[in-house]
């Protein structure tokens, strides 16, 4: 780790649902993060392009109140990873700061997930 900037994240506003972007340094988008609607719990779709041009669509499906998340593959409906935040940590209650465990599947870029679950708590703490 040198301290390389990989990406910012950007919430965009000219949207019907609550939509993110992440962009390399340069600004160029990554990654868009689309909220939909869900009676229970939070729904939110990821797209990007993989290294092989193909476009990824990864389903975030969560319940913030359960403190837990997951990430699914659409088209294979494979897991990509799952995170979950643990309650009542003596840094929760002494510093306000929440502590997560993230499981990322083999393969899986483990910077896009951490961005994508950013974004997926802004979401849902607006």
């Known amino acids: 780790m040198d301290h390389n900037h990989l990406f910012d994240i950007r919430k965009e ?5 609550t939509t993110y972007v992440m962009e390399d340094p340069s600004g160029n ?8 609607h869900k009676f229970i719990g939070s729904k939110a779709t ?3 392009t993989d290294r092989y041009g193909k476009q990824v669509f ?3 499906k969560g319940n913030w109140n359960d403190r ?3 990430i699914m593959n659409e088209s294979t409906g494979e897991p990509v990873a799952r995170i979950s935040r643990k309650r009542l940590t003596a840094r929760h209650i ?3 700061q929440d502590t997560y465990n993230v499981t990322v ?3 899986v870029d483990m910077a ?3 961005g994508l679950y950013i974004c997926f708590d802004e979401k849902n703490n607006d």
């Open 13 to 17: 506003h000219m949207h019907v649902h």
């Open 29 to 36: 988008k990554i990654c868009e993060i689309r909220s939909s």
């Open 46 to 48: 990821a797209t990007y």
């Open 58 to 60: 990864l389903v975030m």
């Open 68 to 70: 837990a998340a997951h």
């Open 94 to 96: 002494l510093f306000g």
């Open 105 to 107: 599947a083999p393969g």
């Open 112 to 114: 896009l997930v951490a």
